[in-house]
C-alpha cells in the first residue's frame, strides 16, 4: 500500500514552517519524533474537560480521567500483546524504564561475581545503570563488540554468554547507526543460559510491530516522544511472574497499600512500579500516537523509510567524501556519517542555517564513537512525514557545504 505523505504531513503543525528563513525540513527523528494533532487534541482535550487526579477520587473528573488511563493502558497492552495490563508500567521514558529495572533486578537477583551483558553500541541509558548496579553488587559488566558495519558480534556474545550471566540489555535497534540488533536470536541464546533479556525500545518500536509474547523478552522499554507522542511518557513491560518477585524502584503514591510505622505495604502490579502522581494526560497521549500508526499500519510506514533510507544512502554515496557508519544489511531509517575534512558541529549549523535540521555529535553513545575512533557523526533520522524532496534539499545543502570548505 502506498500510503498519502501529502495527508499525512497535514497532520503535524510543526512541519509547516519556517527556519532561518526556510522551509523546515526536520531530519532530526531519532532523537524525538513531531506529534500530530490527533495526539495535540488529545492532550488538550484532557487538560481542558478531564484534568484530575487518578484512581482514588470518587468525583466525575477524577473517575473519568481514571477511565482514560486505564483504557490507554489496555490499548498499549493490546498493541505490544503482553498477556495482561498488569504487565504494562508508566514510567518517565526509556531511561526511566531501565533504571528500575537495573535497581529492581540487581536489588532481587544481582550477587557478588555475576554478569551483566551489554553492547557497545548501546546509548548511555543503556550502560551507565548497569555499571553502577554492577559496581554496587561487585558483578561484572561485559561488553560486545560491533563489527567494522557496525553488526554486533554473535560469535564473541556466544562466547560472553555463561553460567554467571544474568542479565542482557540490548537495543532492539542503534540509536546511532540504525542497525537492527538480532533480538530474536539474543533472547533465545541468553534464556539457554538461564539469563533474562532488557530491550531498549525506544528506536524499535517506533519503526517495527512489537509483539513481546512472540519475542519471549523478560523486558521492553520504550518512549513516547519517539513515536510521536508527548515527551516525560513512557513504558516498561515486564512479564508479570518476574514483575511480581522484583521489588519497588520508587515509594509513595500509588505504589502504596497500607502505611503504618509497625510496617508498609505495596500495591498490586502494575501500581506497585507507579510511584506518585502519574503523567495521565502524556498517557492518554501515548495511545491517541499509537492509534495513529496503526490507522497507517507499521508496515507502511516502514515500507517508506526503507525507501527513503535507501535513496539518501546512494545520494550520500554519489556524493562522495562521506563516510557512512552503520552499513549492515539490516537497518532502519537512520544514517551516521562523516564528512571528510569537515567537523560534524560544523556541518549540523550550516545545516541549520539551511533549514535542514540533523543531530551531530556522539548520540548519547560515546563508546561507539571510541569503538570507529570518532569524536562525533551528523545523523540524519526519517520518519513516516519525510520526503525524497526533503532528502534532495538535505543533500543540496551538504553540497553547499562542502563548497564552503573547499
Known amino acids: 500500500m502506498v500510503i498519502d505523505i501529502n495527508k499525512i504531513r497535514k497532520d503535524f503543525p510543526a512541519l509547516h514552517q519556517e527556519v532561518n528563513g526556510k522551509p523546515l525540513v526536520y531530519l532530526d527523528n531519532a532523537a524525538t519524533t513531531h506529534k500530530p494533532v490527533q495526539v495535540i487534541d488529545a492532550l488538550v482535550k484532557y487538560y481542558s474537560l478531564e484534568n484530575s487526579n487518578v484512581h482514588r477520587g470518587f468525583h466525575y473528573l477524577s473517575l473519568a480521567a481514571t477511565s482514560s488511563m486505564e483504557d490507554a493502558r489496555q490499548y498499549i497492552r493490546k498493541y505490544i500483546n503482553a498477556n495482561s495490563e498488569n504487565e504494562i508500567i508508566f514510567t518517565r521514558g526509556t531511561t526511566d524504564s531501565i533504571n528500575l529495572v537495573a535497581y529492581s533486578f540487581a536489588k532481587k537477583y544481582l550477587s557478588e561475581g555475576d554478569e551483566i551483558i551489554v553492547s557497545v553500541a548501546e546509548h548511555h541509558s543503556n550502560i551507565v545503570p548497569w555499571q553502577m548496579v554492577c559496581e554496587e553488587r561487585g558483578a561484572t559488566l561485559k561488553v560486545i563488540p560491533v563489527d567494522e558495519n557496525g553488526d554486533l558480534r554473535m560469535d564473541i556474545f556466544d562466547e560472553l554468554l555463561g553460567e554467571k550471566t544474568r542479565l542482557v540489555s540490548i537495543a532492539h535497534i542503534t540509536n546511532t547507526t540504525g542497525t537492527i540488533n538480532p533480538i530474536e536470536e539474543i533472547i533465545?541464546?541468553?534464556?539457554?543460559?538461564?539469563?533474562?533479556?532488557?530491550?531498549?525500545?525506544?528506536?524499535?518500536?517506533?519503526?517495527?510491530?512489537?509483539?513481546?509474547?512472540?519475542?519471549?523478552?523478560?523486558?521492553?522499554?520504550?518512549?513516547?516522544?519517539?513515536?510521536?507522542?508527548?515527551?516525560?511518557?513512557?513504558?516498561?513491560?515486564?512479564?508479570?511472574?518476574?514483575?511480581?518477585?522484583?521489588?519497588?524502584?520508587?515509594?509513595?503514591g500509588e505504589m502504596i497499600d497500607q502505611v503504618s510505622f509497625e510496617k508498609t505495604t505495596f500495591n498490586t502490579l502494575p501500581y506497585k512500579f507507579e510511584a506518585g502522581t502519574p503523567n495521565v494526560g502524556g498517557i492518554i497521549s501515548l495511545a491517541e500516537a499509537l492509534r495513529y500508526i496503526e490507522s497507517i499500519d507499521i508496515n507502511n510506514?516502514?515500507?517508506?523509510?526503507?525507501?527513503?533510507?535507501?535513496?539518501?544512502?546512494?545520494?550520500?554515496?554519489?556524493?562522495?567524501?562521506?563516510?557512512?557508519?552503520?552499513?549492515?544489511?539490516?537497518?532502519?531509517?537512520?544514517?551516521?556519517?562523516?564528512?571528510?575534512?569537515?567537523?560534524?558541529?560544523?556541518?549540523?549549523?550550516?545545516?541549520?542555517?539551511?533549514?535542514?535540521?540533523?543531530?551531530?555529535?556522539?548520540?548519547?553513545?560515546?563508546?561507539?564513537?571510541?569503538?570507529?575512533?570518532?569524536?562525533?557523526?551528523?545523523?540524519?533520522?526519517?520518519?513516516?512525514?519525510?520526503?525524497?524532496?526533503?532528502?534532495?534539499?538535505?543533500?543540496?545543502?551538504?553540497?553547499?557545504?562542502?563548497?564552503?570548505f573547499t
Do not use: W
Open 188 to 252: 533465545r541464546k541468553a534464556h539457554a543460559h538461564g539469563a533474562l533479556v532488557m530491550i531498549d525500545g525506544a528506536q524499535g518500536i517506533t519503526h517495527k510491530k512489537v509483539d513481546v509474547q512472540a519475542l519471549d523478552c523478560d523486558f521492553y522499554a520504550f518512549s513516547g516522544h519517539k513515536i510521536y507522542a508527548p515527551m516525560g511518557v513512557g513504558v516498561l513491560y515486564g512479564k508479570e511472574k518476574i514483575l511480581e518477585e522484583l521489588p519497588p524502584y520508587q515509594t509513595g
Open 301 to 404: 510506514i516502514s515500507n517508506h523509510e526503507k525507501q527513503l533510507l535507501e535513496y539518501a544512502t546512494q545520494k550520500l554515496d554519489d556524493m562522495g567524501g562521506i563516510r557512512i557508519f552503520g552499513t549492515g544489511a539490516q537497518k532502519a531509517s537512520v544514517i551516521s556519517f562523516a564528512m571528510d575534512g569537515i567537523h560534524h558541529s560544523d556541518v549540523g549549523i550550516i545545516l541549520d542555517k539551511l533549514g535542514v535540521a540533523v543531530r551531530t555529535g556522539h548520540h548519547c553513545a560515546q563508546p561507539l564513537m571510541q569503538h570507529f575512533n570518532i569524536s562525533g557523526t551528523v545523523r540524519a533520522s526519517f520518519a513516516v512525514y519525510n520526503t525524497k524532496e526533503e532528502i534532495d534539499i538535505f543533500i543540496s545543502a551538504l553540497e553547499k557545504v562542502k563548497q564552503m
